[in-house]
């Protein structure tokens, strides 16, 4: 039987659904002690989904990074500093360097949780299209494999051919990325398999709540990239408050808001320090109070749908 959509019961549910349950704000203010039933954040905190496997909370995003030795050095430093998740995709055109960086790390591939996405363009040969992705890695299969944003026309016939690589073991899991409550439902009503992760824009300032509660009612797992806001609010009082009275970075302070809430985050940098800046998030927590005080930010005006007319625009190019 198909999983059910959102529909007419999340909209009834909506009214009574407040800010804190969006996600599962974790006030870890005391989390070096044994009080309270919440395990502390470490760099090893994985996020079960539904089909049973674990995602590593934390990754490495490469969006941007060159192929070559460029992206081979940020996948090394990343896996060096504990992270256990790369993300890339076949419209980053990185995928040969990201392999070749995890077959050279010394790092058992089992241990590693690789994503890498479908081009929307490719929709109707998904298997051909994965198939060249792992050709390009060098690798048997990936960990994940998302539709990278809605295919036009091509919504449901996609996912059921998604299905069918998860099925062959090309990829162990599957989802999407940038999908609206709107496609989600769309995509739910036909499959036998329901996305195990939503990979959208999310930060404070990009906080879709509906889009996130929506995905938690119907157990799919949220995945944030640009969770530092590509970097356009590190001087927000707020967040530069926050960094000073923790004695961190504001990017750490934003992946913290993140990891907190129960999200995968996948922030990208090519740069070693801050790949192991934005790893050392363990030794602090922010409280309920603070939580909400990100959580309440104003928000930018970009979105999904712009960000995903510069990723075609990209694409094209």
Same mark, same amino acid.
């Given at each position: 039987m198909a999983p059910r959509g959102v529909g007419g019961v999340w909209g009834s549910a $909506?009214?009574?659904?407040?800010?804190?349950?969006? #996600?599962?704000?974790?006030?870890?203010?005391? $989390?070096?002690s044994d009080r309270g039933s919440n395990p502390p954040l470490g760099i090893s905190t994985t996020i079960p989904l539904s089909d049973g496997r674990a995602i590593p909370a934390m990754g490495l995003g490469v969006w941007q990074i060159p192929d070559g030795r460029a992206v081979e050095d940020a996948v090394h430093w990343a896996l060096e500093a504990g992270i256990r998740h790369i993300d890339t995709a076949r419209l980053y055109r990185n995928e040969r360097g990201v392999g070749e960086a995890i077959r050279t790390s010394g790092v058992p591939r089992e241990d590693i949780w690789l994503t890498t996405k479908l081009f929307p363009l490719e929709a109707p040969w998904v298997e051909r299209a994965l198939r060249a992705s792992l050709k390009r890695l060098h690798l048997d299969y990936v960990d994940l494999y998302l539709v990278h944003f809605p295919p036009p026309g091509a919504l449901r016939s996609s996912w059921k051919r998604m299905e069918s690589v998860a099925k062959h073991g090309l990829a162990k899991s599957i989802g999407v990325s940038n999908y609206t409550v709107g496609h989600l439902n769309k995509t739910l009503q036909i499959a036998d398999v329901k996305p195990a992760v939503n990979q959208i824009h999310l930060s404070p300032y990009h906080y879709s709540k509906d889009l996130v509660g929506s995905c938690t009612a119907l157990g799919v797992a949220v995945e944030a990239y640009s969770p530092l806001a590509r970097g356009r609010k590190m001087n927000?009082?707020?967040?530069?408050?926050? $960094?000073?009275?923790? #004695?961190?970075?504001? $990017?750490?302070?934003?992946?913290?808001?993140?990891?907190?809430?129960?999200?995968?985050?996948?922030?990208k940098s090519a740069r070693k320090d801050r790949i192991e800046s934005n790893a050392d998030v363990y030794d602090f927590a922010l409280t309920s109070e603070e939580m909400l005080q990100l959580d309440a930010s104003p928000q930018l005006t970009d979105s999904v749908s712009s960000a995903l007319s510069f990723r075609r625009k990209s694409a094209s190019r």
């Open positions: $909506a009214a009574d659904f407040d800010r804190v349950s969006l #996600g599962p704000v974790v006030d870890q203010s005391d $989390a070096q927000d009082p707020v967040l530069v408050s926050l $960094a000073s009275a923790h #004695g961190k970075s504001p $990017a750490q302070i934003l992946i913290r808001w993140g990891l907190q809430h129960g999200f995968i985050l996948i922030p």
